[in-house]
């Protein structure tokens, strides 16, 4: 357990140290400066060239948004194309095929909001096609779109007064060509390295040591491997996702992908404080979500290694932790830091079954999904965190009767109506969706079901309805995990959470990105001896305050029916 420790000490400070370093890159390349990676402008140029863009014209808050949004529209639509497809198409050499609408329109609107979650079994359920060009590619642009947010909202935050907020497709180029693709290219080779297979030729078939014949499936595994954690994306190449040895083949590439899915949001909370010459600020916004994730993963790491009790009362050994569905060579402790760390940063992969974590490790799970804002995805986990901000400043004003101001911008009625809407919202498509589920579930299984089948719940009681919770809460917080106790891929769990996966992705997007085009347009004021200052300790305390009592006010009552009437059954 100590080595155990040891490992997650050194890799949370591998994290943290390029993270800062990455940061620093960042900014300079969103603010036009000379970076490393300048000699990709060629590259650039070209695709402007052939789409007729101009990277130097400022566009505004709506030609910002216009452009985010019909081009993911644009991308929906020929990924529903394919998918629908893949049978007809080449590079399929196992012959997969084409998806059901309802699964087709759940998997393309999954991977575009950079969630990722799926109802179907990667390795025989998308074709070498589909998982190159549609779902690896779906994992760059989601990735780029989120971070092209993320530069137009702290574009907006500048010490200046104008309507003008960059360019849309140059912070959305440049975030592929100088950030993404680079770090990709060497994960990938390190991946390779260490076994990861790289081909377009179809399963394998091995005999086993009884004698019966098994199907290897393989592929261009580690051509998207890079992008699932780096974007915190998330879909797994295989459906056991990173708990399979040809997805994560040892301990070295377990702790590649853990620092490959963190180090994006941690830079990121970093580049704010270059971009803006706030580093204060940085350091007081790191500090918070670094304590809320601490919070949430040393508990899950403590109550996984002392086991699982009602194994124990099984007459099963828990010396080493619970070890129900993990990986020996991984290990309760970096398996428990995993969980909350792919819930907390929304990237969904797993190297061990979340099903199988203690009720309270699941409980810390769903926290972090329903908080969404310590670090968070790419570029959109700042912006989540953005909301709580704006609400503590409001509330500090108030409290001690001024108008609310940040960074130089009054904050009135209109920013405070957008972050409480953006606030309330993810309580809303959670607690329906699981409610009207559940509802289901209890009166009329077969709805929910596909075909008539009323079995689509494989664990009835305290669990099945986490289950519920946790589908829901996963599509909401753009995650992809999921417990895996349910038959989710029918008609309603495919609609019901796709429609969650939409507005869970871009209301809390697009809500951000305005309040930082309404606040760009106001008239700066400088900062005075009677100024909030929101880069101080007493601040952070109020932004903690916020997250916990929203989420606690929020959801208390569903994860009393869930995660701990669990617990306390046990």
Excluded at 9 to 37: D, N, P, Q, R
Excluded at 144 to 168: E, P
Excluded at 314 to 331: A, D, L, P, T
Aim: glycine share 10%.
């Amino acid at each position: 357990m100590i080595n155990e420790l040891a490992g997650v000490v050194v890799i949370f400070a591998v994290i943290i140290l390029t993270g800062y370093i990455l940061g620093k890159y960042i900014a300079k390349v969103y603010a036009g400066e000379k970076s490393l990676l300048d000699f990709m402008s060629p590259l650039e140029n070209m695709f402007y060239r052939l789409s007729g863009i101009d990277p130097t014209r400022e566009m505004t808050l709506k030609q910002n948004l216009f452009a985010l949004l019909t081009i993911n529209l644009i991308w929906f639509l020929l990924g529903m194309l394919v998918l629908m497809t893949q049978a007809w198409l080449p590079l399929n050499p196992d012959g997969i095929p084409n998806m059901s609408p309802h699964l087709a329109f759940n998997t393309t609107i999954s991977f575009i909001v950079n969630c990722n979650l799926q109802h179907y079994y990667g390795e025989s359920g998308v074709s070498y096609f589909s998982q190159l060009f549609v779902l690896t590619f779906f994992q760059f642009v989601s990735a780029a779109t989120g971070m092209a947010a993320f530069a137009i909202l702290i574009n907006g935050l500048r010490d200046r007064t104008t309507s003008d907020l960059g360019n849309f497709w140059n912070y959305f180029i440049k975030s592929i060509t100088r950030i993404l693709l680079p770090i990709c290219v060497m994960l990938a080779i390190v991946f390779v390295i260490n076994g990861m297979p790289a081909t377009y030729e179809g399963k394998e078939t091995i005999h086993t040591l009884e004698g019966a014949t098994l199907p290897v499936y393989r592929g261009p595994v580690a051509a998207m491997l890079p992008i699932k954690h780096l974007g915190t994306n998330g879909g797994g190449y295989f459906g056991a996702n990173s708990a399979h040895p040809l997805e994560n083949p040892n301990y070295f590439t377990n702790s590649v992908e853990l620092i490959a899915q963190m180090i994006l949001p941690v830079a990121l909370v970093f580049t704010l404080g270059f971009y803006l010459n706030r580093r204060k600020l940085s350091w007081m916004i790191f500090g918070v979500m670094t304590i809320g994730f601490l919070a949430l993963a040393i508990p899950t790491m403590i109550a996984e290694t002392q086991g699982n009790s009602a194994i124990a009362a099984m007459g099963i050994n828990q010396s080493h932790g619970n070890m129900e569905g993990k990986e020996v060579r991984f290990g309760p402790v970096v398996s428990g830091f995993w969980s909350i760390a792919t819930t907390v940063i929304s990237t969904g992969s797993v190297n061990g079954m979340q099903d199988s974590l203690t009720p309270l490790s699941g409980l810390n799970a769903l926290l972090a999904m329903m908080i969404n804002a310590f670090y968070g995805g790419v570029g959109v986990g700042f912006e989540n965190f953005f909301i709580y901000l704006i609400i503590a400043v409001f509330i500090s004003g108030l409290m001690v009767g001024r108008t609310p101001e940040m960074l130089g911008k009054k904050i009135e009625a209109r920013e405070v109506k957008i972050a409480m809407i953006v606030a309330l919202l993810s309580p809303f498509l959670i607690l329906v969706g699981t409610a009207m589920t559940a509802w289901f579930a209890a009166n009329n299984a077969a709805l929910v079901g596909y075909g008539g089948k009323e079995s689509w719940l494989y664990n009835p009681g305290f669990h099945g309805f986490s289950d519920i919770l946790y589908e829901f809460t996963s599509s909401n917080a753009n995650n992809g995990s999921g417990f895996e106790s349910l038959g989710d891929n029918t008609p309603w769990w495919n609609i019901a959470t796709g429609f969650v996966l939409i507005l869970g992705r871009y209301i809390p997007l697009i809500g951000p990105v305005v309040i930082g085009g309404l606040m760009a347009r106001k008239k700066f004021i400088p900062e005075s001896s009677g100024t909030l200052r929101i880069d101080t300790v007493t601040f952070g305390v109020m932004i903690m305050a916020v997250a916990v009592v929203i989420t606690a006010l929020s959801f208390f009552p569903a994860l009393a029916l869930g995660p701990l009437a669990e617990y306390f059954s046990m």
